[in-house]
Structure formats: structure tokens, C-alpha cells
């Protein structure tokens, strides 16, 4: 949230120029507020764990906001027991006639599948295109990023022959951009996945800026210029214990799993891993909130005013 200040005080030019948010005491007079309406759509298999962790990076603000949960479809769970999703979740079809301020849609254990062999491919485009009329801003997180720019604009994920996972250091690359305020010029971020688009095809589209990235990683963060789309392909969500429990599940199906980098003390998997990610990765949750919610989302939450601030979509 910003803080209030007269509207003739220097520090409120100074301020703005160093990318602290301040509002002046006219447009805090302006502000209607009310709770932010936000949904996840969760497409982990196992959904308890991933609610804890997004609801954890949601938590740092001093919004009021209104979580719903929603799932593809209504098949049964290996990892998730059917009493916790019929009591928690609603079906996309059951909502889809809502409009709301937020909307993540959640990684996917899909990484080597082409997207014509989803199962669910065509739904989740539906929910793509239904997000571009009735959602102030999206956060696409790793798979759901790539399979968006895909569908969106056609940009295709290369995979890579080995997985890429440990601990990255990226750095910011516009100290204006809201979504990185606050940010160290440097900060580390984890990354468990197969696919990655190459900076020069973000850049391709001209609706699309590149805001983080890593030498090793690469693009680690995107969004759209109108601010309606957020594309992650990183997991600063993540426990510290996160990457060491995927390393040990993939160590059963294949002995040569290499160990995450920059992830156990000294590189040694048998010292405990290091969490070094989590206050970057509340903050970006938080300024997305902010900035690419709270502050642009209509009072009156319906199609044609989400329409009226995003004129120029173009998709």
C-alpha cells in the first residue's frame, strides 16, 4: 500500500523518481475500496501443498481478499483427497460467468507433452480466452506461462535435454517497473522445469516487455504493457524443501538425477538446502497485487469495465 502525503510536498516528486509508491492526498480522497476478488486456478496434482504455498505469497498485504479456488474438471485426484476438492473447488464451468480482479493459474506436471497431448488442452484455452474479457490480471506460473504464450501468440517452448532446477541469481532490467519494485539488484529465485522460450521471441511481440531474467535461467519474468498478463517461469512460491523433495521423487525413476544447483549447502545433498528466494518471491506477489491489481481493477467488477481498462488488448 502507499503512503498518503500532502500533495505539494517535494518528497512526493523525489519519491516517485526513485519508483516508491506515494499517493498524493487528492487521489487517496478518489479511492473506493473494497475486498479484491481473486481466483486460482490450481492445476498441481497435489493441490493442498500448492494452496499453502500461493496463499503464503498472497498473504503479505494489507488488501482484504476474497479467495476462490477453481479446478479444470471434476476427475478424480491420486493426490488430492475428492472430500478436499469438492468442498474447496469449484468447476471453471460453475464460475466462468464471474468476473474477477486476480486470477493465477498454477504450473502443470506437463513438461513433456506436446500441448495437443493434454488432456485438457482445449479447456484450458477456453479459460485463456475467457481471462482476456473477465480478469483485471493474470498470473501464468511455469507451464501455464508457456502453454499462454502459445496460445496467445503463438510462441512455441523449446525443451531442454536435461532439467533445469536449482537456485538462480536474476536481476531486474527496468527500475521503473512496479512489479520489481522494491527488488535488490540482484536476487535468486528457484526453477524446476524442462521448458524455455528464448529472450529474443518475448521480444518478437510487441505487446509483451521482459522484466527479469538470469544468465543460466533465462526470462524469468514478462507481462504484457497493459499489465493483464503475468508470465513466471520460476517458483519463488516454493518451501525451502521444495526442490530437495522433486529431486528425490525423479532420483526413483532415474539414479543419474542430477542435484539442484546452488541449492544444498556446499553443492552437497547430504547438507540441508538453503532458502534464500522467499522474501523476492512475497514481494512480487504482493506487487502484483498492488500494481497490477488493487490499483487499476474497476470498483464495479463486471466484463465491461474490465473492457474499459484494457482498450487496446490485442491477442
Not at 498454477?106 to 481471462?131: H, R
Not at 529431486?247 to 526413483?252: A, I, N, T
Request: aromatic share 10%.
Amino acid at each position: 500500500m502507499p503512503i498518503k502525503i500532502p500533495d505539494q510536498l517535494p518528497a512526493l516528486s523525489v519519491l516517485d523518481k526513485e519508483n516508491i509508491f506515494v499517493m498524493s492526498e487528492h487521489r487517496a480522497i478518489s479511492q473506493e475500496i473494497r475486498p479484491m476478488q481473486v481466483a486460482i486456478l490450481n492445476l498441481m496434482p497435489n493441490k493442498i501443498e500448492t494452496e499453502v504455498q500461493i496463499l503464503r505469497m498472497l498473504s503479505n498485504t494489507p488488501l482484504q481478499i476474497n479467495i476462490e479456488f477453481i479446478r479444470i474438471n471434476a476427475n478424480e485426484s491420486k493426490n488430492t483427497p475428492t472430500e478436499h476438492l469438492d468442498t474447496f473447488y469449484h468447476l471453471f464451468d460453475d464460475v466462468k460467468h464471474k468476473q474477477y480482479d486476480g486470477l493465477i493459474i498454477t504450473g502443470a506436471p506437463l513438461a513433456l507433452l506436446d500441448y495437443s497431448q493434454v488432456t485438457f488442452w482445449d479447456k484450458i484455452c477456453e479459460v485463456f480466452d475467457w481471462a482476456e474479457k473477465n480478469v483485471t490480471s493474470t498470473m501464468f506460473s511455469c507451464w501455464a506461462a508457456h502453454a499462454a504464450l502459445y496460445h496467445h501468440y503463438g510462441l512455441n517452448r523449446h525443451l531442454r535435454k536435461n532439467k533445469l532446477s536449482g537456485i538462480f541469481n536474476h536481476k531486474a532490467l527496468d527500475e521503473k517497473e512496479p512489479l520489481t519494485r522494491g527488488f535488490d539488484e540482484n536476487f535468486n529465485v528457484p526453477h524446476s522445469r524442462y521448458g524455455y522460450i528464448d529472450k529474443s521471441d518475448y521480444e518478437s511481440i510487441s505487446q509483451i516487455k521482459v522484466l527479469a531474467e538470469s544468465e543460466e535461467a533465462g526470462v524469468y519474468l514478462a507481462a504484457s504493457k497493459n499489465k493483464q498478463q503475468v508470465y513466471l517461469t520460476g517458483h519463488p512460491e516454493y518451501d525451502t524443501s521444495t526442490l530437495h523433495e522433486e529431486f528425490l521423487r525423479d532420483s526413483l525413476n532415474d539414479s543419474g538425477t542430477a542435484i539442484p544447483k546452488n541449492y544444498y549447502k556446499d553443492d552437497n545433498q547430504n547438507n540441508p538446502p538453503i532458502g534464500s528466494w522467499r522474501s523476492h518471491g512475497s514481494l512480487l506477489f504482493t506487487n502484483w497485487l498492488n500494481y497490477y491489481v488493487y490499483q487499476i481493477t474497476p470498483y464495479k467488477l463486471d466484463a465491461s469495465n474490465i473492457k474499459a481498462i484494457h482498450p487496446d488488448t490485442v491477442i
